[in-house]
């Protein structure tokens, strides 16, 4: 039949320009590099439809019921966050347990002596809290870096181990401190990003992956004490300092422990430039992988590249299609012959 033919030849004209168009695509490497970034409104929209889609009364309710049970307020501000953001409601007797926590919690906060312990070696504070507003207001300072590498002169004196790590950051953050005042607080971010990782050295929040990190950015001793070769670790200060000033140092100290890479630093620094003080409880709901794939979209050309490919395969299935059924007719066909022929030599 003419339509018949007709379909065969548009099916395999569009095959065939299907295929000249992926070929073209193809050679234009578009999945060499797939993923590009999104920009700034675009990733806040991702992140708070993805976060949208988490956070429901089901998922959250026993969230917060178990950082009740733990006295884990870290973990319960970041849910109480994402409910008010969220519109959860949360049962009575919940609120008021969550009162009575806060309550005792901000009475051992007012211990003095506790919090002058908690200035003087960072190991002894109880709460981030209490590390928030007892020590790191000192250690910040000068005072803090000092006091590090006093600890550790005490150590190579006494024949214990130096911590290499602790001492480079130290010596970076008197620097960054030197800066500070140089540039009229354009060093700030290095400053706070150092400090954040002095500190977390010190409470062994690292994670194993990124100590190798900062290791392999230390230049040899000598350099380190001359205070040379500190450029690999000033960049990653830079990135966590970021953090520190969209979101706050106390929280950097948190979102350490989703840092493996160099890599996952800088977009834990761009994810907290979109989010802000919402980046820990966006990181909680989402984990990272889910968090920073929302940084970033397909590209355009391996959009294109995809479009055009599954268009060629359904095109070639449609012609394999248009095939498999003409050869079907002519068997029907043949067939429905013999019959006749048969029913006539009778």
Not at 328 to 334: C, D, E, F, K, S
């Amino acid at each position: 039949m003419p339509w018949a033919r007709l379909l065969r030849r548009l099916l395999g004209a569009g095959a065939l320009a299907s295929g000249v168009i992926s070929v073209w695509l193809l050679a234009q490497s578009p999945f060499a590099a797939p993923w590009v970034e999104r920009n700034a409104d675009e990733a806040k929209r991702a992140l708070d439809r993805a976060v949208a889609r988490q956070v429901t009364p089901d998922w959250l309710l026993p969230r917060i019921n178990a950082a009740l049970a733990e006295h884990d307020m870290l973990a319960l501000e970041s849910y109480l966050s994402l409910a008010e953001d969220h519109g959860v409601a949360l049962p009575e007797d919940r609120r008021r347990d969550i009162e009575l926590l806060q309550a005792r919690r901000e009475s051992l906060l007012g211990q003095a002596g506790a919090c002058g312990a908690c200035a003087w070696d960072i190991t002894t504070c109880d709460s981030l809290q209490r590390l928030s507003l007892c020590a790191l207001p000192v250690e910040i300072t000068p005072i803090g870096d000092l006091n590090a590498l006093r600890r550790n002169g005490a150590a190579l004196a006494s024949g214990a181990q130096v911590d290499s790590i602790e001492v480079g950051l130290a010596t970076l953050g008197l620097g960054a401190s030197a800066a500070v005042v140089a540039t009229g607080g354009g060093a700030g971010p290095v400053k706070l990003g150092v400090t954040a990782l002095r500190l977390s050295r010190r409470l062994g929040t690292l994670t194993p992956e990124f100590t190798r990190v900062l290791r392999a950015s230390l230049p040899p001793r000598r350099a380190l004490l001359r205070g040379e070769g500190l450029g690999p670790l000033r960049a990653l200060a830079a990135d966590l300092g970021a953090v520190a000033r969209n979101t706050s140092p106390a929280d950097t100290l948190l979102l350490l422990r989703q840092v493996d890479t160099a890599e996952d630093a800088a977009r834990l620094a761009r994810l907290s430039a979109i989010a802000g003080p919402e980046t820990r409880p966006a990181l909680l709901a989402l984990g990272k992988a889910r968090a920073f794939r929302t940084l970033v979209r397909l590209s355009d050309m391996a959009r294109a590249a995809l479009v055009a490919l599954a268009a060629l395969v359904a095109q070639l299935a449609g012609l394999a299609l248009s095939l498999v059924l003409r050869s079907l007719r002519r068997q029907i066909a043949a067939t429905e012959s013999r019959r006749l022929s048969c029913r006539q030599g009778e």
